[in-house]
């Protein structure tokens, strides 16, 4: 073995097991500084970079000029994720609401979800006011419909909730996978392509 250097990478060093960091195990620690907003971009778009379908410097150029985003979930598998992405909008100055389904359906991510990812502990959540498919307002609470009648930037993830309300007139954007060949279509990708797209009707309110 010999002549093999072994690497790893931590941001919470500072719990890592004291074992570890023995002479001859991970003895030695070099500290990153923690990347600049530029920086950030060029790693956001590392894992954008498959993207068939990219609205997102609309999206980004918009952002600058609003103050409340609306962050409408999706799967509770990826909303540890949507945490870092929140985190980097709060971190310009905004005010970011995140929404979450009121009780059980697919996989999709409630407030205990929400709450295991700390979401609490940096911005408000809401719930949705329903356990549907998709985001139709018919449905939704009257303090989710608040919140959708009043922020400056919608951002919406999954297909469900494109398949619901792309068709409103609000300053909507999507970031959904394909999982239909009639979706595929609309976006103008190909089935299981994944897409940032602004709404068809978007509708600017500032």
Known sequence: NAGVIILAATNRAD???????RAGRF????????PDLEERKAIFRVHMRNLKKDDFDDFNSRL?????????????????FDRIFIEEIINLGKKV???????????????DDAVDAGLDKITEI????????????KYVSLQFLDKFNNADLILCKG???FETLNSENAPIYFLLKAKCKS???ELGVEYLDVAFVKSKFFCKRQ
């Not at 003895?27 to 923690?34: G, K, M, P, S, T």
């Not at 609401?97 to 407030?111: C, E, L, Q, R």
């Open 126 to 137: 809401i719930e949705t006011g329903h356990n549907k498919i998709g985001n139709c307002l």
């Open 97 to 111: 609401t995140v929404s979450v389904k009121s009780g059980p359906i697919i996989n999709d991510a409630n407030i």
């Open 15 to 21: 719990i890592l097991d004291r074992a570890l960091m």
């Open 64 to 80: 600058k000029y609003v103050n409340e985003i609306l962050y409408i979930a999706d799967n509770a598998g990826e909303i540890v």
């Open 183 to 185: 979706v595929a279509a």
């Open 27 to 34: 003895d030695r620690q070099i500290y990153i500084e923690l």
């Open 159 to 161: 297909q469900g909730n």
